[in-house]
């Protein structure tokens, strides 16, 4: 993304900056999704420190702005980890479940999905092939059917196999829609009672990355609803939209865990911050 590319170029060339200049990169920065305040703040700092200390500067500032809680998946080895996946409708949450469901399997470690999306046929379908192809079962029920008796089935099918994941795809719904995130926490509590005494381990939130700041208010209505541990963020292909990514840290404490970056089972990777924060600041020409 190179946020900072133009700023850099001329501090480093000794031109100096017009208002104008920190304007567009005011604009630039809101564009990418970042927040006026935050903006705001980066700005200041761009502003007051020499060329030498700027990458330094923000680059610290980045980084406080980022979570500290762990991004690495959740992973028990005496019993079955239960990860729960949800979202809104059309960010990718279903496909995001097939390639979890590959990187959990190169891993070496053996997953069951129950397809508890039960509202969309495409979406039980779309699962069965993925399972067949990477030998994973799928656990479904009928079409339409109660999401909630597939949650159970499941459960107790992964405890019956000594798998060491279970992952629960749900029915992308609205953050606004208040009965469908109730049928979400009934979800949750159908698993939770079920793998008693323990709870479900990991509840992935699927956020769009193109859905700019909209993508903080999904973020808090889920959190509040259902208890996101993590997120997983689609459709970051590079773009300035990934700004994002450190918006929702920024106002959610919630780490990300996994980017998908493309429709391929291969665009699908952890979220490495340091990678993403020198994004923002690398000079592209170089």
Known sequence: MALFSKIFNKLRSAI??????????RTTLIE????????????????REKADNLEAALTTALKNAMTTSSRELAFHSD?????????????????????????????????????????????????QTWGQRLGVPVVSGKFQGDPAAVVFDAVAQVKSAGSDYLIIDTAGRLHTQSNLMDELAKIRRVATKSA???????????????????????????????????????KLDGSAKGGIALAIERETGIPIKFVGTGESASDFAPFDQQSYIQGLLADPGE
Do not use: C
């Not at 100096?16 to 990169?25: K, R, V």
């Not at 990418?32 to 502003?47: H, M, R």
């Not at 208010?217 to 997120?231: D, N």
């Open 16 to 25: 100096s900056t017009s208002s104008a200049d920190w304007d567009e990169l």
């Open 196 to 234: 008693a005494p323990h709870d479900v381990d990991e509840v992935l939130l699927v956020v769009d990355a193109t859905t700019g700041q909209n993508g903080i208010v999904q973020a808090k209505s889920f959190i509040e609803s259902v208890g996101v541990t993590g997120l997983i963020l689609t």
């Open 32 to 47: 990418a999704d970042l927040g006026a305040q935050f903006a705001d703040s980066l700005i200041e700092i761009a502003q």
């Open 79 to 127: 019993r079955p980890t239960i990860i729960m996946v949800v979202g809104v409708n059309g960010t990718g949450k279903t496909t995001s479940v097939a390639k979890l469901m590959k990187n959990i399997s190169d891993r070496n470690r053996t997953v069951i999905v129950a397809a508890a999306d039960t509202f969309r046929a495409a979406a039980i379908e779309q699962l």
